[in-house]
């Protein structure tokens, strides 16, 4: 058990760029979160995966964002055209079901 | 709506001191779950605690308590004989029983100094 692994763990890009956060759950974890965390503030729910299929989106989700899951295990989240405020933490946690979720050490992006 | 709330952005203790983390907690679901995690300066979440809207009996974990009272909606975290290793951002949060998606409060920074 490795735990919950993100790529990369700082992203610095220019506004209006695109970027993609890459987060491997621990193995067997069939359920898989993303969550974005601003300063000062706690983690925000943004989508959830269960294996492969993407069940929910929060509204903080907007058509700029899109997040993949294609085999069920490591997920994509792709940030298009990229605005000041996407500036924060980007969490991604895993469980199985009935279990608490466990977290990675996140990815920070910062755009100029 | 399900909102939670911590209402101490910051507390600063002396080593050795007992703190309390509060946190109060919004809901219409009868079935929830309650959560503890801890942020350190690193930045990961780490899980600490887990308690079912059906099991209001606290729990303590060596220097970590907690104590649930649906009656008050509340669910207090205790850190007895403070080390400054507890120095972190402390979440509360609460999820659903069916998606299990979390809604975070606000964190209260926890200071412990020698």
């Known amino acids: 058990d490795t735990g919950v692994s993100q790529d990369p763990r700082h992203k610095i890009t220019k506004r209006g760029q695109n970027v993609t956060f890459r987060c491997d759950p621990i193995s067997e974890h069939n359920r898989l979160y993303w969550y974005r965390q601003t300063l000062g503030q706690g983690p925000e729910f943004l989508t959830y995966?269960?294996?492969?299929?993407?069940?929910?989106k929060s509204r903080l989700l907007s058509d700029r964002f899109s997040a993949e899951r294609p085999k069920g295990s490591f997920s994509t989240l792709e940030i298009q055209r990229t605005e000041q405020g996407d500036s924060a933490m980007y969490l991604c946690a895993s469980s199985v079901e009935d279990q608490p979720q466990h977290f990675g050490d996140g990815t920070r992006l910062s755009i100029l | 709506a399900q909102k939670v709330t911590q209402a101490q952005t910051e507390i600063s203790v002396v080593e050795k001191e007992d703190v309390t983390l509060d946190c109060v907690y919004e809901t219409r679901d009868t079935t929830y779950y309650l959560f503890w995690y801890k942020q350190p300066p690193s930045g990961e979440l780490v899980f600490l605690i887990r308690?079912?809207?059906?099991?209001?009996q606290n729990e303590i974990s060596g220097r970590y308590s907690w104590n649930f009272q649906k009656s008050t909606s509340s669910f207090n975290f205790t850190i007895t004989a403070s080390q400054v290793v507890d120095s972190a951002v402390y979440f509360c949060?609460?999820?659903?029983?069916?998606?299990?998606?979390?809604?975070f409060g606000t964190g209260t920074r926890l200071q412990v100094f020698p």
């Open positions: 308690r079912n809207s059906f099991d209001e």
């Open positions: 995966f269960q294996n492969e299929a993407q069940l929910e």
């Open positions: 949060a609460l999820s659903e029983a069916v998606t299990d998606k979390l809604i």
